[in-house]
């Protein structure tokens, strides 16, 4: 079978260049804060951004990790959203960030904004490195966006399809998903070579 066609949607080098920006905006913003800010990595595909980020930024930040699942292992409905790890630390008083790899639907922001406001953060923002407007289900507050894209489903840069793609340096589009669901692993060998095979 013939591998789905991918697309080279944002280039290493314009996610680097956006990702520098946004952490000088994101100092110049806490810059003031008697503590530092914690940023909160929702697990797993904000990583690659959440690691590039911090670096970009040029002030003290504390990281944290939260994963959750939007539909439970029984199959419940989409939009379901749950905590699977919680953080390590308290929220009391402190100036928060949201670290998020792409704002979809706009479910899982939504109920992470509530359940962490609920803990009595000093100030609560998000960031997210793509956001898909067009797909939006529930407005929801957004402070920063890397990437505005459009409706096409992408893999790369933290961003997954079923386990795989994290580790691309760019950021691809998908435009036939199905062609994808049906051999997931059939984009392995045109991104990274025959390998292990
Ligand atoms: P939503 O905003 O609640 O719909 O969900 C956002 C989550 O859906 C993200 O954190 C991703 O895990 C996942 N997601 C949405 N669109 C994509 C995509 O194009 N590629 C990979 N994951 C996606």
Redesign the pocket.
């Known amino acids: 079978m013939t591998p789905p066609e991918t697309q080279v949607l944002i280039s290493s080098e314009d996610l680097q260049a956006r990702v520098a920006a946004l952490g000088a905006q994101l100092s110049e913003t806490y810059s003031a804060s008697k503590e530092a800010p914690v940023l909160i990595a929702?697990l797993k595909?904000?990583t690659l951004f959440l690691a590039d980020l911090i670096r970009a930024m040029s002030i003290d930040v504390v990281v944290d990790f939260m994963s959750i699942s939007?539909y439970g292992s029984d199959g419940e409905r989409?939009?379901v959203?749950r905590i699977m790890k919680d953080l390590d630390q308290p929220l009391e008083g402190r100036d928060v960030l949201i670290v998020?790899?792409?704002?979809?639907?706009?479910?899982?922001?939504?109920?992470l904004r509530k359940r962490l406001n609920e803990r009595g953060p000093r100030s609560l923002r998000a960031v997210t490195l793509?956001d898909?407007v067009a797909?939006?289900?529930v407005p929801v507050d957004l402070e920063y966006s890397g990437f505005e894209i459009p409706d096409?489903?992408?893999?790369g840069y933290g961003?997954?399809?079923q386990a795989r793609y994290r580790n691309l340096s760019k950021i691809l589009a998908v435009p036939d998903l199905s062609a994808l669901a049906m051999e997931p692993a059939s984009l392995v060998e045109p991104l990274f070579g025959p390998g292990l095979g």
């Open positions: 929702i595909g904000s939007s989409p939009g959203v998020e790899d792409i704002v979809d639907t706009g479910l899982t922001l939504t109920y793509l898909k797909r939006r289900i096409v489903f992408v893999i961003l997954d399809f």
